[in-house]
């Protein structure tokens, strides 16, 4: 499997689903997949929002990650198993652009400083590379379009060696 990961509105949605259809393989957002399933364990107060049921994401997901082929769009993955996934792409966006995407959707407060601080620190690559091994997680830009189609080209390229040396 393939992992997107990246804070919210780096644009690891676009990335998937376009990465799905030119490369045959499912695309799955975890975020939408626990909305759907009502996979969470109740809700933070601070941040508005749900709190994932982690154990029962895996178990949701296991059968699907066993047949492979699958693309992982989320924003942690300290909880995923490590066997999953074969590469890792930590989508990055400078913070101009991030804080326009994330206010357009309506963040605000807390929840927009957090996602940005986030971004600033690399939380998410860090946590990446703590729970891979280091030289299967890969930071790619995600500010325009233009770095859009470059990383679809990069990812498909990876996405066919594999085949290949795999098959």
């Known amino acids: 499997g393939v992992l997107l990961l990246g804070t919210p509105g780096v644009g690891k949605t676009t990335l998937g689903k376009e990465l ?15 909305k759907e399933g009502e996979l ?4 933070d107060e601070e941040y508005d929002c749900p709190i994932l049921d982690e154990d029962r994401v895996i178990d949701e997901l296991e059968d699907k990650m066993s047949e492979g082929g699958v693309i992982i769009d989320y924003h942690g993955c300290d909880f995923f198993p490590e066997r999953w996934f074969h590469i890792v792409f930590v989508l990055r966006t400078e913070n101009s652009f991030l804080y326009d995407r994330l206010e357009s959707r309506g963040y605000k407060g807390k929840k927009l400083q957090d996602n ?8 998410l690559y860090e946590e990446a590379r703590l729970s891979y091994r ?3 997680v890969h930071q790619l830009p995600s500010n325009t ?7 679809l080209d990069q990812i498909m390229q990876w996405i066919e060696q ?3 040396d795999n098959n």
């Open 20 to 34: 799905a259809s030119r490369a045959g393989m499912t695309y799955i957002n975890v975020g939408d997949m626990a």
């Open 40 to 43: 969470y364990e109740g809700f």
């Open 116 to 123: 940005i601080q986030c971004e600033i620190f690399q939380t």
């Open 134 to 136: 280091e030289e299967i």
């Open 145 to 151: 379009p233009e770095d859009l189609e470059r990383n």
């Open 162 to 164: 594999w085949m290949k």
